[in-house]
C-alpha cells in the first residue's frame, strides 16, 4: 500500500468533484456546496448517526443506500437541515432531484449531506444555483479534490483527506477519502461527514460489509466530546473503473480492507487532531479485558471524563484520574492486578502508585501525542480509543457561540 | 416542618462534633480532622460509591454499616488513603482503633471516611495526634457544629450544613447534615460525602431503607462532570434521644422520610451550587417518559454534555444541543411529539423551532437557575437531574492542578 501523496477525493479513477460557494455560509467565498460524482454506474454503501433526533438528509440518504447504487453525493455546509420538520424533507429531496438532472442520473442513485447549524429552514433558491453551478465544474484535478475537502468543512481549521494505492490482481487501486467534523457538534454547526471513493468494483452487500468493518476501526474508536451529531453520515462509492472486480472474501478483499482501514482510520484520527481546542491527541489503550465490550466502556469512560480531558490539557500525569473513570465504567474490576502506563511509563502498578521517573514522566506530558494504557490483568481483550484534551479554547468556541446572533446582531460568531 | 436557623450536624438531641487541624491539609489552621459522636448507643446506616476502584475506608466501613450499629464518624480531609493498597486497608483500622480508645466505645460502631489526594499514604502520626485532639473537643454547640463542616472540606468553597425539626407523636424529632463535594473528583482531593444525624430511634434495616430513599431523590439525582469518586459515603446515625421510636412504615415514618428527604435534596443541590467552576445551577426536567429509566437517561445525557454546559455557561439557549444530547441516550424518541421549553418558554414543539419571544428568552439566560424541561409525549413517567454550568474556571481548577507539585515544587496547586 502507498500513500499517494497529492491524493484526495477524485484520485480514483472516473470520480469528479465540483464544488462553490452559493451563499450558505455567511462567510463570502468560503465553498458550501459540492458534488462528488462517478463517470460510471456504481454500488455504494452508507453508515449513518444512532441519534433518535437525524436531519432530513439522514432520512433521505438511508432509503438510498438500501438499494445498493451510488453515483453521486451531494453536500452543503452551513445549514444541517436538522429539526426542520416535513418542509426539511422535501428539501432534501428537492435537492436530489435537482443534482440528478443536472448530473443526468437517477435521483434513486444520489446521496444528500448537510452539515451546519440546525433547525433553520435550507435556503433553496441559493441550493438550487449552487447544486448547478456544482456540477458545471466538475473536474478531477486535485485542485478539484482539494476544493471539495474544504466545501464541507464548518468549524473545521484543517482540510482532511487522503488516497493510498493498493495492488489487486496486479492492478492499481485506488481508495480516497475526505472527512469534516471538529465537535461531535460543533457550535451548532453539526456533525461528522465522511466520503469515500474507490476505483474497485464490488457487490453492495460486500462493499457494506467493508465500510462497516472500516467504520468500527475508526470512527467508532473517537470521541471529542461524547455528543453525537444528529447528521453523521459515511458513505462509500466503488465503480469499478480500476478493472479489478471482487465478489467475495478472501486475499484481495483483505488487501482492499487494510486500504480502506488505513484511509478510514487517517481521516478519523485528522478528527480528533483537529477537534474544538485541541492541544493533545491522546490514545487510549484498554488491556487484559475479560471482554472487548469491557475494554470498549472503560476506555470510553476515561475519554469522556472532563477531568481526565482537562489533566492532559494541563500537561498533569494525574493517574488517579484515569483509574478512578475506569472504575466507573460499569465493569468489575480487580484494583490488585491493574497496572497503568503513561506514554510507556509504569505509574501504577498492582493498584499501587509505583516510585517512577517523575522528572521523565512530567516531561513526556509536553508530547503532541499522550498514551494512556492501562492493562486489567482479568482475560485477553483490549480496545483504543483516541480523543484530545479539553481546553479553555473548548468552552470559548463553545460558550461564546450565541444560536439567536443573527437575530440579536449581538456577536459575530455563527 | 421547620427548617432550623442556626442548624448543624450536632442540632439533633445526643451529638457531639470535636475538630482539629493535625497538619493532613498544606493550608495551616485549615481544619483537617473530624469526629461526628452519639453520647447514646445508636443504630446506623451507610451507601457507598459503586466505583469498582474504592479506598481503604469505604472498604472498612461497609463492614461496619453492615452490622447496622454506628456511635460515631470519624473523617479526615486532605488525603482520600485511596489506591493505597493493603497499608492503606490497615491505617483506616488503626484510624478506627484510636478513635474507638478516645471515645470509649466499640470499633466496630466507628465509621471512617477520608477525603482529599489520591495514592499518597495518610501520615498516621499526625493523624493519630488529630483524632485524639478532636475527641477532647467534643461539644454541641453551632460553633462545633460550623467547625466540623468545614473539617471535611476540599475545594469547596461554601460550608454545607443543615438541620430540620418534624413534629412525630407530638414530639419534636431533628435531622441535621452536613456534606461535601465540588466535582465528582476535585483535583485529585475526591469524593462526595455526607453525614446524617437524627434523634429519632429506628431499627437499622428500616433506616437504611430511609436513607437509600433519600439518596435516590437527591445524590443520585446530581452530577457536576459524571466523574464518580472512589469515596462517596453517605452515613446516618440515629441514636433516640428525642423519645420517638419507629418500628415499621405509616404515616410517622414518613413524616420522617420528608424530612429526611428535605435535607438531603438541600445538600446535594448545595453541593451543585458549588461546583467546580459553576456560575448556573439547572434543573433538568424529562416527563412524558415510557419509563422512570427512560427519563433519567435522557436527563442524563443533557446533563453530561459539555456542549449543553458550556452553551448555558455562555447564557445561550441551544435548544439544538438539548434536542440531540435527548436523541443519542440510547431511547426510542419520536421527534413529532418532542417539546422543549428552556425557562418556561416554548422553543422547541412538535420537532420543529417556535416563534417565540427570543428576547425574553435570552434575557431569562441571564438569571443563576436554568430549568430545561423536555416533553417526549410518548408516556407518563419522568425524571428530574440536578447539574452546573462547563466554565472556563472549570478547566482552570482542573488543568493546572499538577498531582506532583509536591514534589517538583513547581507550582502551588494542591
Not at 492492478?171 to 469515500?196: E, Q
Not at 478512578?324 to 491493574?338: D, F, I
Request: with cysteine; charged share 20%; glycine share 8%.
Amino acid at each position: 500500500m502507498e500513500v499517494i501523496a497529492t491524493g484526495c477525493i477524485v484520485a480514483p479513477k472516473g470520480f469528479q468533484a465540483g464544488t462553490t460557494y452559493c451563499g450558505i455560509k455567511t462567510i463570502r467565498d468560503s465553498l458550501d456546496l459540492g458534488i462528488i460524482f462517478s463517470e460510471f454506474p456504481a454500488t455504494g454503501a452508507a453508515l449513518f448517526t444512532t441519534n433518535q433526533i437525524y436531519a432530513a438528509p439522514v432520512k433521505l440518504s438511508r432509503k438510498v443506500a438500501q438499494k445498493g447504487h451510488i453515483r453521486a453525493f451531494v453536500i452543503n455546509s452551513g445549514n444541517a437541515n436538522a429539526c426542520t420538520g416535513e418542509q426539511g424533507y422535501k428539501d432534501a429531496e428537492e435537492m436530489v432531484r435537482i443534482a440528478g438532472k443536472c448530473l443526468k442520473i437517477s435521483e434513486d442513485e444520489i446521496l444528500v449531506a448537510s452539515t451546519g447549524i440546525i433547525g433553520r429552514p435550507l435556503p433553496m433558491g441559493k441550493i438550487a444555483a449552487g447544486i448547478k453551478a456544482a456540477a458545471t465544474s466538475l473536474g478531477n484535478t486535485p485542485t478539484h479534490g482539494n476544493d471539495m475537502a474544504r466545501a464541507i468543512m464548518t468549524t473545521d481549521t484543517k482540510q482532511k483527506d487522503i488516497a493510498v494505492r493498493l495492488k489487486i490482481n496486479n492492478k492499481d487501486v485506488i481508495v480516497g477519502g475526505i472527512t469534516k467534523g471538529a465537535g461531535m457538534i460543533a457550535p451548532n454547526m453539526a456533525t461528522m461527514l465522511c466520503f469515500l471513493t474507490t476505483d474497485i468494483s464490488m457487490p453492495a452487500p460486500l462493499l457494506h460489509e467493508c465500510l462497516r468493518n472500516a467504520v468500527e476501526s475508526s470512527f467508532n474508536r473517537i470521541t471529542i466530546d461524547g455528543h453525537m451529531s444528529t447528521n453523521d453520515t459515511i458513505a462509500i462509492i466503488a465503480n469499478g473503473a480500476s478493472g479489478v472486480n471482487i465478489i467475495s472474501k478472501g486475499s484481495e478483499l483483505q488487501v482492499f480492507q487494510d486500504g480502506l482501514n488505513y484511509v478510514t482510520s487517517y481521516l478519523a484520527k485528522a478528527i480528533v487532531k483537529d477537534g474544538e481546542g485541541a492541544t493533545k491527541f491522546i490514545q487510549i489503550d484498554v488491556v487484559g479485558a475479560r471482554s472487548r465490550s469491557d475494554a470498549t466502556k472503560i476506555a470510553r469512560s476515561i475519554a469522556d471524563s472532563p477531568l481526565v480531558k482537562t489533566a492532559i490539557n494541563g500537561e498533569d500525569p494525574n493517574w488517579g484520574r484515569i483509574v478512578s473513570a475506569a472504575g466507573y465504567a460499569g465493569v468489575e474490576l480487580n484494583e490488585s492486578t491493574t497496572n497503568l502506563y503513561i506514554n510507556d511509563i509504569l505509574i501504577f502498578a498492582k493498584g499501587i502508585p509505583t516510585s517512577c521517573d517523575l522528572d521523565k514522566l512530567s516531561t513526556s506530558m509536553k508530547n503532541t501525542d499522550i498514551n494512556v494504557r492501562l492493562e486489567l490483568g482479568l482475560g485477553d481483550c483490549a480496545d483504543t480509543i483516541w480523543t484530545c484534551d479539553l481546553s479553555h479554547e473548548y468552552v470559548t468556541i463553545n460558550a461564546e457561540y450565541h444560536t439567536y446572533a443573527s437575530v440579536h446582531s449581538s456577536s459575530s460568531h455563527q
